[in-house]
């Protein structure tokens, strides 16, 4: 009898990411293919370099589907596609739906004001994933949830705004504009083309899902108030999920969730966040490569042992992840404070893995405060939740536990469970989630640890008042 499965796809800021789930939610195989490095030609311009966001989608759907044929050889079926890709992309499309420029990265400044029109070329502007939907369907639909930023779209109705005036504000015309439909709604069916490419039977359904982070959140079960996600990925922050759209939160911001009609309330968080694991492990490569050959082992588990070994608060050497500044704060930047002779890269990893933690308790300590809700529970999700140490140290900053799941990629899974939805396999999210969502592990607090993070913290916390002033005076003489 022939196999059915969902294809749930996890376009990440440094890869992409195609998982074959069953219907239960258990992981039968995947892939991942790497994106080139940004395109940086000048201040303020990061692009994905040529047509990248659907090579390496390409590329893992034909690796894992590959590898599913091996897993079931007696034939299966694709029921379904979920799509999620890396949000506050722009993408500007010509008449036919190819890309008249590269993709924007959440990272280019552009994207941070209205679109400037210019390009006559230029007859859509959408999200990376209503390009990849157009690339993979042929339609030019998109969900509404993966429009925040600078989009026209009203978030009380998940729709365009009826107003001509934002539009325009926004640099934009009303024939330039994707339809928008909700998460679980069926985007369209993949093409001969795209087939060919993909290695995805033509017309298999494609469903909407929503931003990465909210399809995360979806996938790792939070549904519960006292339950937290932290998003350990290239941009990491902490989320929740809420009913009510706010009007002026003042320690987090408001997102749509995967579930239609429910939000994401998201902390303030840090901007190449994991990014900065993989430059230390690049900084250290050769070297590090030549000893986790010795050892058989990868060069990310030698890295978590030796850090493990390091004691809690790495000797007095603290990090501060600003590495890439905020807009209203250019002059910020990352710092490293606290250097003796005892401090070798180990010191250096574990560092990095507590300033993490830390400004992450801060930040989302300050979200629940505001919202009224005491943090009971903490799920580690994203690229650095498959960390041991970085789990543990969380656990004991935060003083709480901080579970797992067994999904390879929340993200993934979310796009799975829409995909589920969207085909009439669950009665409602939250069920599906309730069948597809299973917990992997949980680390628990030591006491002792957490005392001490807790007055560390109180350490790092004042670490950017008496930073700040000097970097204010370097950034006229060094940018």
Excluded at 271 to 278: C, E, I, K
Excluded at 331 to 355: M, N, Q
Aim: aromatic share 8%; charged share 20%.
């Amino acid at each position: 009898m022939t196999q059915g499965y969902l294809l749930g796809v996890d376009g990440g800021s440094q890869s992409t990411k195609v998982v074959v789930y069953d219907l239960s939610g258990a992981a039968v195989c995947q892939a991942s293919v790497p994106l080139r490095p940004m395109s940086l030609p000048r201040p303020g311009v990061v692009e994905h370099p040529d047509d990248d966001l659907w090579v390496s989608l390409a590329g893992a759907c034909r690796a894992a589907l590959a590898a599913l044929a091996q897993h079931a050889p007696g034939g299966y079926e694709i029921l379904g596609v979920g799509l999620c890709t890396i949000r506050f992309c722009r993408a500007l499309l010509r008449q036919d739906g190819s890309l008249a420029s590269p993709v924007l990265s959440w990272m280019d400044s552009r994207v941070s004001v209205p679109h400037v029109p210019g390009d006559p070329d230029v007859q859509y502007v959408t999200t990376s994933s209503g390009y990849i939907t157009a690339r993979l369907t042929g339609a030019l639909r998109d969900t509404a949830a993966n429009y925040a930023g600078q989009w026209p779209v009203d978030p009380l109705r998940w729709a365009w705004s009826q107003d001509d005036a934002v539009v325009t504000a926004a640099g934009l015309r009303r024939d330039q504009l994707f339809e928008l439909v909700m998460p679980g709604e069926c985007l369209g069916q993949v093409t001969d083309e795209a087939a060919s490419e993909t290695g995805i039977p033509s017309g298999t359904p494609v469903f909407a899902t929503a931003n990465d982070k909210a399809v995360e959140a979806l996938g790792c079960g939070i549904t519960e108030p006292g339950t937290a996600l932290l998003s350990l990925g290239t941009y990491i922050a902490g989320m929740v999920t809420g009913q009510e759209y706010p009007a002026d939160p003042q320690s987090y911001w408001a997102n749509f969730g995967s579930v239609p009609g429910r939000y994401l309330y998201e902390s303030y968080g840090i901007r190449r966040g994991m990014w900065t694991v993989s430059w230390l492990r690049d900084l250290f490569g050769v070297q590090l490569g030549a000893d986790a050959a010795v050892a058989g082992i990868s060069v990310e588990e030698l890295m978590n042992r030796a850090a493990d070994a390091v004691p809690p608060g790495s000797d007095g050497l603290l990090t501060v992840l600003d590495w890439l500044a905020p807009t209203d704060v250019p002059h910020r930047k990352g710092s490293i404070l606290g250097f003796d002779a005892r401090h070798g890269w180990a010191h250096l990893y574990r560092s990095v893995l507590e300033g993490i933690a830390m400004t992450m308790h801060d930040r989302i300590s300050a979200m629940g405060a505001e919202l009224g809700r005491p943090l009971e529970r903490l799920v580690a999700g994203g690229g650095g939740a498959h960390s041991d140490v970085m789990t543990q140290i969380l656990a004991d900053v935060f003083a709480a536990p901080v579970a797992r799941m067994r999904a390879p990629s929340g993200a993934s899974l979310g796009s799975a469970i829409c995909a589920a939805v969207g085909l009439g396999l669950f009665d409602s999210f939250v069920s599906a989630a309730a069948t597809m969502v299973a917990v992997r592990d949980v680390a628990e607090p030591d006491l002792d640890r957490a005392d001490l993070y807790r007055r560390l913290g109180a350490v790092y916390r004042a670490i950017p008042e008496r930073t700040d002033p000097v970097y204010e005076q370097l950034y006229p003489i060094t940018h």
